[in-house]
């Protein structure tokens, strides 16, 4: 049998220097493709939901520091605390609500320019009432094979608001932020079962003139507990706020928004505008980073999630225990306890091009400000697309596709192609059934009943 030959004295020399050189070239690659971005180390924040899960997995898959970047993530306050930290620089750049920089733009609460080049989520939210709202309720309820028929609808709710008017007390609803999905997803569901939401008037942000039920902002945390006091009634938010009500048996989640109105965009990836043009290369490199997050996210079949719920326990993150993130995040959704369905996009990151800033996601939420007062005038169709367009920039998302398919870490089919619009057919995947037409903004905004035209 041959034996090895000993390695001599020169060889091994010659070895360790090859490798040194090798690892010098790498390292100084490493240093020269970062040398390339205008800025390297980033702050960035979020808010303790689930749906802020690409920026985990981009920070603990390494994904970031592959791109050159040095990022610290911050959980904030609130969401007012985000923005206004995301406006004044001390942060880079946060997870926010989708309508959150259409609502800057026209200068509602806050003027400012951000701009969204990434979508962090379609869908994740639901809305939940209290135990003692869930039980008058239920009669209106039809059932089958003993449990509640989904989706429910907002008509369901009726009685018990006659109940509380009869008894001389307003119906509280908490939402997360005003110019936000959980304000405009709840008002439609309210909307759609014939129960006026409010709306808001030059000098009024209460949001509440002809309300019916009373809606006001609650931090996400905090909701199941200010639920539980009797403060609110019920709310809208994303996870992991509903299944925490199921888990300590406080509440009922009666309608995910995967089934109010399908695939919806929840959270984008914002920063100013002014970040933007002063450091393009750093912009792309974020969004390279996010997109893998959210493709290794939705990977065959979502086999990642449970990694991703293990990541997202974590206290500085949401730190919400695994077995409630779990709930939603692989797949299931339950409602009244016990009663766990199959949800498998309940939280979509990647699949459908979920990711990517479609314009009619924008101005979809441009209508419903519209239609609950936010914007205060009629605007003409155009005015939507230009709103759109002055936030939503699918071209440093497309910059960023292209140059992961470049490197061979994602392929072309897993994004748009060159020719999208940014422009969705239309839909009538609501719990209404209204069409939506994103050319149509105008049009789609005179099929509703309730709310301004």
Known sequence: MNQPKKPTLTSLVRAISAAALISSLT???????????????????????????????????????????????????????????????????????????????????????IVSAFTMDLNGDAITVSNDVWKLMKPQIPLEGGKPVHP????????????????????????????????????????????????????????????????????????????????IAGYCVGEPWNQQAVFKGIGVPVISDYELMKNSAEKIFGVSKAFADKNPKTHIAIVKALIRASLWLDAEGNKNRMEGVEMLSQKQYVGADTDVLANSMTGTFEYEKGDKRALPDFNVFARYNGYYPYYSDAIWSLTQMRRWGMVSEAKPDSWYMDIAKQVYKPDVFMAAAKALVAEGKAKASDFPADGETGIKPPSSDFIDGVTFDASKPNDYLKQFAIGLK
Not at 199 to 225: F, I, R, W
């Open 27 to 113: 390292f100084t690659s490493y240093i020269s493709a970062a040398e390339k971005l205008e800025k390297e180390s980033l702050k960035l924040g979020f808010i303790k939901l689930t749906d802020m899960a690409p920026l985990a997995v981009a920070f603990e898959k390494g994904f970031f520091d592959e791109e050159g970047l040095s990022v610290q993530l911050e959980a904030q306050a609130n969401w007012k605390v985000l923005l206004d930290r995301v406006v004044s620089g001390e942060l880079d750049g946060a997870h926010m609500l989708a309508p959150m920089p259409l609502g800057t733009a026209i200068g509602y609460g806050t003027k400012a320019d």
């Open 152 to 231: 429910i609808k907002a008509d369901t709710l009726k009685p018990v608001l006659e109940k509380y008017k009869a008894a001389g007390k307003p119906f509280n609803m908490g939402m997360t932020f005003p110019v936000g999905t959980h304000n405009l997803k709840l008002r439609y569901w309210l909307a759609a079962g014939g129960i006026n939401p409010g709306t808001y008037e030059p000098g009024d942000t209460s949001g509440q003139k002809g309300a019916e039920a009373m809606l006001s902002v609650t931090p996400p945390p905090q909701m199941p507990a200010t639920m539980d006091s009797g403060t």
